[in-house]
């Protein structure tokens, strides 16, 4: 029985020995750039990261001037609900939404001459939004200081100019903190020039830091949220469309279209942004576009609506909305996805009137679209019977959108238009050939 015991007590010695003897873990992560989707996806990344690496400290590097309120607010999320102590060494700014952030975290560590605060919530053009934007930051910002047990007030005062605060803040501005301010106010832990300080100061000494980077998938994901891009993406989107139908069975502006689709929906969606809903909304749009040009004649409802959907679709893709619910997305950035998507369509349109006749016409295209024609002049025969069929005057059996099926002479025939509508049973004739299918116009008179 000692020696069982002995043998276990040996056992656990070796264990601990074992464990004394490992390093700590370090994540090191950066915030220093605007609070976007990007920017929620790369802190989400981190923390999955950190806990991979089986981190015993999360240390977030900040310098942002804010950004994004909805990501911001889910950026506190991930942080409140991190297993390990969350840090932030505020390396010279940390306003706004940053400011937000920083409250959210476990410590707050100051370079000299940092700042924090300054966190009321404006528009692009720095225009303060509507109160509802300007309460529910307030709410988080106290609710988030109450949990990291600093004074909910100053929280508050961050935001709301008409908050009075004895010895702290006056009426009329919202609070910035200087380091020194903020370490009289319980909103720093200490000055620090460095992470290494920061570490040696909590007495973690023998530590492996790991600094998190972006692969080279998710910076290519990053690329594409850019909403610059995300305009381009729906101007090669139509264009690829268009090139496609004018040259049928070419094969590549339809590759172009469907990889510009995939490069625009993909990051939204893997971002939490594009709903199931809102993406089949896109393809429906599409559909009934598509309806409208190969199906039913002339241009009417299903066109303006396929239009519209397609349009509203693509801007829903880009806000962080619930369901039409846009209480806390900023008009900023509703206007900003609006214009995206519209611009996107209209520099499409643009590019078929202008550029597209250029473009069929260019000897980079004719290299990969079949548009010789094939003349009698030069050797080809055509059926001869096509060629008698010449002023001949049949009907529509089949709406010719522009091409279809006439009914001549007891036979049913492939024919197509110049380019307009016709109806079945509307009388035509025939003013021409190419190949075995006739060329017909609708008769008026």
């Not at 959210?104 to 303060?128: F, H, L, W």
């Not at 597209?356 to 009698?376: T, Y």
Request: proline letters at 3%; a negative charge; aromatic letters at 10%.
């Amino acid at each position: 029985m000692r020696i069982i015991l002995l043998m276990v007590g040996i056992l656990f010695s070796v264990q601990a020995f074992a464990q004394s003897g490992k390093k700590q873990q370090v994540v090191v992560m950066e915030i220093k750039d605007q609070i976007d989707p990007r920017m929620y996806r790369y802190v989400k990344l981190a923390f999955e990261y950190a806990e991979n690496k089986k981190a015993d400290y999360i240390i977030i590097d900040m310098d942002t001037y804010g950004g994004v309120l909805t990501d911001a607010k889910e950026i506190v999320d991930i942080v409140m609900d991190a297993k390990k102590p969350v840090w932030v060494f505020i390396n010279s700014d940390a306003a706004s939404a940053g400011a937000l952030i920083s409250i959210a975290c476990d410590s707050i560590y100051m370079s000299p001459g940092a700042s924090i605060g300054a966190a009321t919530v404006v528009e692009g053009d720095g225009k303060q939004t509507p109160d509802k934007y300007q309460s529910y930051m307030r709410s988080i910002m106290r609710s988030t200081a109450e949990e990291n047990h600093r004074d909910p007030r100053i929280a508050e005062g961050m935001v709301d100019e008409r908050i009075v605060i004895d010895s702290v803040k006056q009426a009329g501005k919202v609070i910035t903190f200087t380091t020194s301010e903020a370490l009289a106010n319980g909103y720093c832990e200490a000055k620090v020039e460095s992470i290494e300080e920061i570490l040696k100061r909590n007495k973690v000494e023998d530590y492996e830091l790991h600094y998190f980077k972006l692969n080279t998938t998710e910076k290519i994901i990053a690329f594409f949220l850019n909403p610059f891009i995300s305009g381009i993406l729906i101007l090669v989107i139509l264009g690829g469309i268009y090139f496609e139908l004018q040259t049928p069975g070419v094969g590549f502006p339809l590759f172009a279209a469907i990889t510009a689709l995939v490069l625009y929906l993909v990051p939204y969606y893997l971002n939490g942004l594009a709903d199931y809903w809102e993406i089949i909304a896109l393809f429906v749009g599409l559909l009934l576009i598509a309806a409208e040009v190969f199906i039913i004649p002339g241009f009417g409802i299903a066109g303006v609506a396929g239009i519209g959907l397609t349009l509203l679709s693509l801007v829903l893709i880009m806000l962080n909305n619930d369901f039409f619910n846009f209480d806390f997305v900023p008009l900023g950035d509703i206007v900003q996805a609006s214009f995206v998507a519209v611009a996107g369509l209209a520099g499409g349109f643009l590019l078929l009137i202008f550029a597209g006749p250029k473009l069929l016409d260019s000897k980079a295209f004719q290299r990969i679209a079949l548009n010789d024609a094939q003349n009698s002049a030069e050797g080809y025969t055509v059926n001869a019977n096509a060629e008698s069929m010449l002023n001949k005057k049949g009907v529509a059996h089949t709406v010719l959108r522009p091409s279809g099926k006439i009914l001549l002479d007891g036979e049913v025939l492939d024919a197509f238009t110049r380019g307009e509508f016709i109806e079945k049973g509307e009388a035509v004739e025939v003013i021409g050939t190419e190949g075995v299918t006739l060329r017909v116009r609708k008769i008026t008179e």
